[in-house]
């Protein structure tokens, strides 16, 4: 079996192909009031609103994770299949596809649907006294 590199000039980061770069970024928004009861304590009372991955908040397409599609659930990449032992006693192989066409059309990345891909927001309230 011969694998022909499309372009060996290109540079490919560590798993850049299994695991792409991953873009989240997270907001809050903390706001105090002051207030004085008569007293010389100065009571503080902060409101805060934390957005998770607000990038997926404005766009749908936006702060998504990928996996590769040859990823278990537990994000664990398995090109090869264990096939058992041979009469040597020697671990056997086989690709994780029937050929290499298919099995590039399994590796292509997918959206990895679950509540880190989602954005979120918490509603803070605390008294400083």
């Known amino acids: 079996m011969t ?3 499309a372009n060996i000039r290109e540079y490919a980061g560590r798993f ?3 695991n792409p770069w991953r873009n989240r970024w997270d907001v809050k928004v903390l706001q105090d009031v002051f207030a004085d ?3 010389d304590k100065r009571y503080t009372l902060q409101v805060s609103l934390d957005i998770v991955n607000a990038a997926n908040l404005l766009s ?3 702060g998504l994770y990928k996996k590769s599609g040859l990823a278990n659930n ?3 990449i398995m090109p090869l299949k264990y096939m058992g032992r041979s009469a040597t006693g020697e671990p056997e192989f086989t690709l ?3 050929d290499i066409a298919n099995f590039d059309a399994k590796n ?3 959206n990895q649907l679950t509540t880190g891909s989602t954005w979120g927001m918490q509603l803070g309230v605390r008294l400083v006294f």
């Open 37 to 39: 009861f008569g007293t």
């Open 16 to 18: 850049g192909k299994v």
């Open 60 to 62: 749908k397409n936006w």
């Open 108 to 110: 292509q990345l997918i």
């Open 74 to 76: 537990y994000d664990v």
């Open 3 to 5: 694998i022909i590199l």
């Open 96 to 98: 994780n596809a029937t």
